[in-house]
């Protein structure tokens, strides 16, 4: 912002030189005359000499010439004593020149001529008038872009690197400027967002740390029983058969229970890790495929992939827009990681007043043990192998799309898979 403070003292310092400039030109011109006048002296005073007569003289051809007066000798003489022709008319001013005719003086010719006016006091009120219209417009400019660009600009250059820090508190202070003020606003929604995800992220760490301790604890307890039986079986403690059947009975029975320990464990990770929020509304068919489009139509014609979209009707479905994006997001990224990159099918269609779309990509199926456990979390099918990936895709997909009471379900076909979500 200095360098830029620095900009508008330069444009002031030119203006003050133009201006100090603008005065001395306009002062050196006044201070030298139109000398019009004396071009057209010489002209007529060139045409008298030649012979032609005085009163056949025009002197309407010329603006600054008003009179030319024929003077003998004796009056010149008596005129240049008294100086009454500088006298006779306070506007004009006069200039008398000698006549020779065959290189003898015949008289005197007296030019009476008017010198233009020059006002050199407006002239230059004007000019600086100009001069500083062009300066306070050039600050104008600068200004703004001070304020509505600048400002704005440098205001926005520290957030990137807060949120990289994980700095989400604090207000985006918002402005009412066309070209960030809606930017603004969007950073201020998303730290408040990535605030809101954190609070939650460390509630749920919180929680599963609890649950894990009191699961934990409880599973010495079976486990206490378990080694306290195997340890009376292995050292033949039991003198009877019914004894040492109670015992592996109990042991069968704690181990039950530790398993239902461990599998409560298990489901309350995957939890953890899918907090998914759904924002209950509604959306139209043709807002979800243009916003969808929009990205994935360029990649797919940047990876050369034929993308065949079907003619639909634009209902109005349930759910929450931005995840119904997600989940074909989603499908398009399982194409292109696990398809033979040929292409891309989407067609609609109605069946018991449900909204479908399906979603087919050319390349190979999974096998028959793979397509049962495709939705489950963390499974990758055998065609997954060294292809980076986490296995919850399609996981994600079927969550979302039950949250907003949908389904998803997939289908072999010859040539390809395909995907096939219903929104109610």
Same mark, same amino acid.
Request: charged share 30%; aromatic share 10%; hydrophobic share 40%.
């Given at each position: 912002?200095?360098?830029?403070?620095?900009? %508008?003292? *330069?444009? *002031?310092?030119?203006?003050?030189?133009?201006?100090?400039?603008?005065?001395?030109?306009?002062?050196?011109? /006044?201070?030298?005359?139109?000398?019009?006048?004396? &071009?057209?002296?010489?002209?007529?005073?060139?045409?008298?000499?030649?012979?032609?007569?005085?009163?056949?003289?025009?002197?309407?051809?010329?603006?600054?010439?008003?009179?030319?007066?024929?003077?003998?000798?004796?009056?010149?003489?008596?005129?240049?004593?008294?100086?009454?022709?500088?006298?006779?008319?306070?506007?004009?001013?006069?200039?008398?020149?000698?006549?020779?005719?065959?290189?003898?003086?015949?008289?005197?010719?007296?030019?009476?001529?008017?010198?233009?006016?020059?006002?050199?006091? @407006?002239?230059? &009120?004007? *000019?600086?008038?100009?001069?500083? !219209?062009?300066?306070?417009?050039?600050?104008?400019?600068?200004?703004?872009?001070?304020?509505?660009?600048?400002?704005?600009?440098?205001?926005?250059?520290?957030?990137?690197?807060?949120?990289?820090?994980?700095?989400?508190?604090?207000? &985006?202070?918002?402005?009412?400027?066309?070209?960030?003020?809606?930017? !603004?606003?969007?950073?201020?929604? !998303?730290?408040?967002?990535?605030?809101?995800?954190?609070?939650?992220?460390?509630?749920?760490?919180?929680?599963?740390?609890?649950?894990? !301790?009191?699961?934990?604890?409880?599973?010495?307890?079976?486990?206490?029983?378990?080694?306290?039986?195997?340890?009376?079986?292995?050292?033949?403690?039991?003198?009877?058969?019914?004894?040492?059947?109670?015992?592996?009975?109990?042991?069968?029975?704690?181990?039950?229970?530790?398993?239902?320990?461990?599998?409560? %464990?298990?489901?309350?990770?995957?939890?953890?890790?899918?907090?998914?929020?759904?924002?209950?509304?509604?959306?139209?068919?043709?807002?979800?495929?243009?916003?969808?489009?929009?990205?994935?139509?360029?990649?797919?014609?940047?990876?050369?992939?034929?993308?065949?979209?079907? /003619?639909?009707?634009?209902?109005?479905?349930?759910?929450?827009?931005?995840?119904?994006?997600?989940?074909?997001?989603?499908?398009?990224?399982?194409? +292109?990681?696990?398809?033979?990159?040929?292409?891309?099918?989407?067609?609609?269609?109605?069946?018991?007043?449900?909204?479908?779309?399906?979603?087919?990509?050319?390349?190979?199926?999974?096998?028959?043990?793979?397509?049962?456990?495709? +939705?489950?979390? +963390?499974?990758?099918?055998?065609?997954?192998?060294?292809?980076?990936?986490?296995?919850?895709?399609?996981?994600?997909?079927?969550?979302?799309?039950?949250?907003?009471?949908?389904?998803?379900?997939?289908?072999?076909?010859?040539?390809? @898979?395909?995907?096939?979500?219903? +929104?109610?």
């Amino acid at each position: 912002m200095k360098k830029y403070n620095g900009l %508008i003292a *330069v444009s *002031v310092l030119v203006y003050i030189l133009l201006a100090a400039a603008a005065g001395y030109g306009v002062k050196h011109t /006044a201070g030298e005359k139109d000398q019009a006048w004396k &071009v057209e002296i010489n002209r007529i005073y060139t045409s008298l000499s030649g012979g032609a007569p005085l009163d056949k003289l025009n002197l309407h051809w010329y603006d600054h010439v008003k009179r030319v007066t024929w003077l003998s000798v004796e009056d010149a003489m008596e005129e240049a004593q008294g100086a009454l022709f500088y006298e006779e008319d306070n506007q004009l001013e006069s200039e008398i020149k000698p006549l020779f005719e065959n290189d003898r003086l015949k008289g005197y010719l007296r030019f009476d001529y008017q010198e233009p006016e020059f006002d050199t006091g @407006m002239l230059l &009120v004007l *000019v600086q008038i100009c001069l500083a !219209l062009m300066e306070l417009f050039l600050l104008a400019v600068l200004l703004y872009l001070k304020y509505r660009l600048i400002r704005p600009f440098q205001q926005l250059s520290s957030l990137p690197q807060e949120l990289a820090c994980g700095h989400f508190k604090g207000i &985006v202070k918002e402005e009412n400027n066309k070209f960030f003020g809606r930017f !603004l606003w969007g950073i201020g929604q !998303l730290k408040d967002t990535l605030d809101a995800s954190k609070k939650r992220q460390m509630e749920l760490e919180k929680e599963k740390k609890k649950l894990l !301790l009191s699961l934990s604890h409880d599973i010495k307890t079976p486990l206490g029983t378990i080694k306290l039986y195997g340890n009376a079986l292995e050292n033949k403690m039991y003198d009877s058969e019914a004894q040492r059947t109670r015992a592996a009975h109990q042991i069968g029975v704690k181990a039950e229970e530790i398993e239902r320990y461990v599998e409560e %464990i298990m489901k309350t990770s995957r939890e953890d890790i899918l907090d998914i929020r759904i924002e209950e509304g509604e959306f139209y068919l043709d807002q979800l495929m243009k916003q969808v489009l929009a990205t994935y139509g360029e990649k797919c014609r940047i990876r050369l992939v034929e993308l065949e979209v079907g /003619a639909y009707e634009d209902r109005l479905l349930k759910g929450d827009l931005q995840r119904a994006a997600e989940v074909l997001e989603n499908l398009f990224e399982n194409a +292109f990681k696990y398809g033979d990159g040929r292409r891309i099918e989407i067609t609609f269609f109605e069946e018991d007043y449900c909204q479908l779309i399906r979603v087919f990509n050319s390349g190979s199926v999974v096998s028959d043990n793979d397509f049962n456990h495709i +939705f489950e979390s +963390f499974f990758r099918a055998g065609n997954s192998e060294g292809i980076p990936g986490t296995g919850l895709g399609l996981y994600i997909c079927r969550e979302i799309m039950r949250k907003m009471g949908g389904e998803i379900f997939a289908q072999k076909e010859e040539g390809g @898979m395909a995907f096939v979500l219903v +929104f109610g």
